[in-house]
């Protein structure tokens, strides 16, 4: 069986994090292939509850292999202390293989990204912080660092080179010095490179392990990050991250060709949420965002910020179905509306009087849309318990069959809360 994506929908933290887990249990190889550790995907065994936000989801199912590829970006210092705690927890990583070809996040990678929002003044993304654009942007620059080139013979000098490049973009900034508490980027490499040094024993060729596998016919599971509205071509630029999170990228970042997709999820929350600033055209009111938050425990994984929670919102969702062409939707925290009387769906935008169902290029025009929303019934019954689509309450139903009508994409299950069996599945994946 060849290879399955699981990407976001929305705007990022969908619990793409379950969904992987669940089918991480069919799957020889789970590979992380964009982004780094600003993700944060939570996954609840009978272990306890993790929180990964580099180590694929797939180190938490015995026997199965996790990956992280070229396209990640990665902060050394994060992923030890990230194998630590899992090793503390009794989960065994050593079937991690990190990519050599996998760009690194120096600390004067997150002090640039503070700055950089710092200077941003109002107009701030609201950034994990975690040094994710600078990163990228050295990447893209050709001024980067590879695994492989950090643990070279001359990984000192590579290393130094970078620094001193990012020494020169730090005192661009007027407020340099004010968070240069730390020590200098030149100073850091000591430290850097022995952590570096501790990671070598995961270091490895992730091309050859993820095409052999494919070879073999085994099942591969590309874990996405962050989510379609957030991608740095089509997400809702500048209020993005810096990665490409389309489906697109996940095979770009695992080095898995087209050709051997077999499935594309996109995993949608019932009520989408957003951190950070930019527009959110179905931004709930304040008390029902409230609500939904709490009920919801919409607190962000990797920063503990509130999250903003909206009503669904079908423009968004039918222009990432389309970005990625879903074979099936996951659906979750259904249950999170079992005690709302009704609930809302927007269907559509107005703008400057004009009905749109399009997601406009430039942020104020998005922030400037105004939702139009149809109402529906809540079901008003407690769904947690719910294991087959005869359990869910005919209200329920409803509500899923429309977000199906209205994304143009079959449901193939959803969750009714964050266990590993609070699922009910309506069809198979493939
Ligand atoms: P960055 O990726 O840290 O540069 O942040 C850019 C934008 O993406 C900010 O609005 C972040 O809140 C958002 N973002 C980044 N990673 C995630 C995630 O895993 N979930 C939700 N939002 C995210």
């Not at 660092?145 to 290393?159: K, T, Y």
């Not at 060729?205 to 874990?223: F, K, Q, S």
């Not at 991608?231 to 991250?241: E, I, M, N, R």
Request: charged share 20%; proline share 6%.
């Amino acid at each position: 069986m060849p290879a399955i994506a699981v990407v976001g929908a929305q705007w990022g933290d969908e619990a793409k994090g379950h969904i992987i887990d669940l089918l991480a249990a069919r799957a020889s190889l789970v590979v992380r292939c964009q982004g780094g550790p600003n993700a944060g995907h939570t996954v609840v065994t009978a272990q306890g509850t993790f929180r990964l936000h580099l180590v694929p989801c797939g180190a938490l199912r015995p026997g199965v292999r996790s990956v992280i590829g070229h396209g990640v970006v990665v902060d050394p210092f994060g992923l030890l202390d990230e194998l630590d705690t899992l090793a503390a927890a009794g989960v065994d990583p050593s079937a991690l293989v990190l990519s050599e070809r996998a760009h690194l996040i120096a600390p004067y990678h997150r002090q640039l990204d503070v700055l950089e929002e710092r200077a941003r003044g109002e107009a701030m993304i609201g950034t994990t912080g975690r040094g994710i654009g600078p990163a990228y942007a050295d990447k893209a620059s050709r001024t980067g660092l590879r695994v492989c080139d950090a643990l070279s013979p001359s990984g000192r000098q590579e290393l130094r080179r970078a620094a001193r490049h990012a020494e020169r973009l730090i005192h661009g900034f007027d407020d340099g010095t004010a968070i240069d508490a730390e020590t200098s980027p030149s100073e850091d490499v000591d430290r850097y490179l022995e952590a570096l040094e501790r990671l070598r024993p995961y270091v490895g060729d992730t091309l050859t392990i993820v095409h052999d596998a494919l070879d073999r016919g085994e099942t591969i599971l590309l874990e996405g990050a962050q989510a379609a509205l957030l991608d740095l071509d089509t997400g809702t630029y500048p209020f993005v991250t810096s990665s490409c999170t389309l489906v697109a990228g996940a095979l770009a970042g695992a080095g898995v060709p087209p050709s051997a997709l077999a499935a594309t999820v996109g995993v949608y929350k019932t009520y989408p949420t957003r951190v950070g600033t930019g527009p959110f055209p179905s931004e709930m009111d304040g008390a029902t965002g409230d609500l939904t938050r709490e009920i919801g425990h919409e607190y962000g994984a990797t920063t503990g910020r509130p999250r903003r929670c909206g009503w669904f919102d079908a423009v968004t969702a039918r222009y990432s179905a389309r970005l990625n062409g879903y074979s099936a939707v996951a659906l979750t925290h259904l249950d999170v509306f079992d005690t709302f009387p009704t609930l809302r769906l927007c269907t559509g935008y107005r703008l400057r009087g004009a009905v749109i169902d399009r997601v406009p290029p430039m942020a104020a025009d998005l922030a400037a849309c105004e939702p139009i929303y149809e109402e529906v019934e809540g079901w008003r019954v407690p769904t947690n318990s719910a294991r087959a689509v005869e359990d869910l309450p005919d209200a329920a139903r409803a509500y899923i069959a429309r977000v199906e009508e209205l994304v143009g994409v079959p449901v193939a299950l959803v969750t009714v809360g964050p266990e590993r069996d609070e699922v009910v599945w309506l069809r198979p994946l493939l």
